[in-house]
């Protein structure tokens, strides 16, 4: 009951897009190798493409989800976020 509790709270704070945690500090090696992962299955990127992707939004998946989809440069998406309290889901339908 904790994790649904727990993964709900994740999912309101919009640290979650899909079944991926997006949210994630890229602060090890590890941690950038599960982000480039992220970022792969989520935009079909190569490799090479997403690890330039998420240095360009300055280590950050969800910014950097924001940016290939919307075309938006850093900036403009961490303005967008913030509009949003950080929703990558909210951020993103509002450019369609």
């Known amino acids: 009951a904790l994790n649904i509790l727990s993964t709900g709270v994740m999912v309101q704070l919009g640290k979650v897009y899909g079944n991926r945690m997006v949210d994630v ?17 989520l935009t079909s990127l190569s490799r090479q493409e997403c690890s330039h992707l998420l240095e360009r939004s300055g280590r950050q998946v969800k910014l ?4 290939h989809w919307t075309g938006l440069n850093r900036q403009e998406g961490e303005y967008l976020l913030s509009q949003y309290q950080g929703s990558l889901r909210a951020a993103v339908g509002s450019c369609k």
Do not use: G, S, W, Y
């Open 25 to 41: 500090a890229v602060t090890n090696n590890k941690l950038h190798d599960r982000a480039l992962r992220i970022l792969q299955e």
């Open 64 to 67: 950097a989800l924001l940016m």
